[in-house]
């Protein structure tokens, strides 16, 4: 079982504290619940380190996490590993009383705003969400990857495939001079 991400307010001194926490990949699986067949695997542990400090009832979070994720290339399929690094910033405030009716219109400063509720909260949802979305949105094992053949699948990386010698379309010939 992770270490737990809660915090109770008054534990908070004034001048903040600092907690380094490690957690294991299992602590994401509530968020893919449902989903088969990542694309991708964390690696333990996922380190988590925290600055948290108060002023009154507001707290100030300051999060750097680090995972090594394992992925599959998108360009050449080959399996390679990256570490994913992500930094965030947050003030927790106490939740504000709101009728039911009503509805809270978000300015430019609460973007960067979380709620809670009673004497203490739990930053795992908050920390969760900056893992997932320091996930790359196309993976590829380098910048210069060549990916696979269209017609005959060999990974470019590796070696030159000879179809595309083979299956050159003549009407095409002047395309090879053409210089941007």
């Not at 973007?111 to 949802?125: I, K, R």
């Not at 470019?156 to 299956?167: F, G, L, V």
Request: net charge negative.
């Amino acid at each position: 079982m992770s270490p737990a991400l809660k915090f109770r307010i008054e534990d908070i001194p004034r001048e903040g504290r600092e907690e380094e926490s490690e957690q294991d990949p299992s602590w994401l699986d509530d968020r893919f619940s449902g989903e088969e067949g990542k694309p991708f695997r964390f690696l333990p542990p996922i380190r988590v380190h925290l600055n948290l400090s108060r002023s009154g009832r507001v707290v100030l979070v300051k999060s750097q996490v680090c995972a090594e994720v394992e992925f599959c290339c998108d360009r050449c399929l080959d399996p390679f590993a990256m570490v994913l690094t992500s930094e965030y910033k947050a003030s927790l405030k106490p939740k504000p009383a709101l009728p039911p009716d009503d509805e809270l219109e978000i300015d430019k400063e609460n973007l960067e705003t979380e709620f809670y509720e009673g004497e203490e909260f739990d930053l795992t949802p908050l920390i969760q969400d900056q893992i997932l979305l320091a996930i790359p949105a196309k993976a590829v094992c380098r910048e210069d990857c060549r990916g696979l053949c269209q017609r005959c699948g060999q990974n470019m990386n590796r070696e030159a495939c000879r179809c595309a010698d083979q299956n050159f379309d003549p009407r095409l010939e002047p395309l090879k001079k053409f210089r941007v």
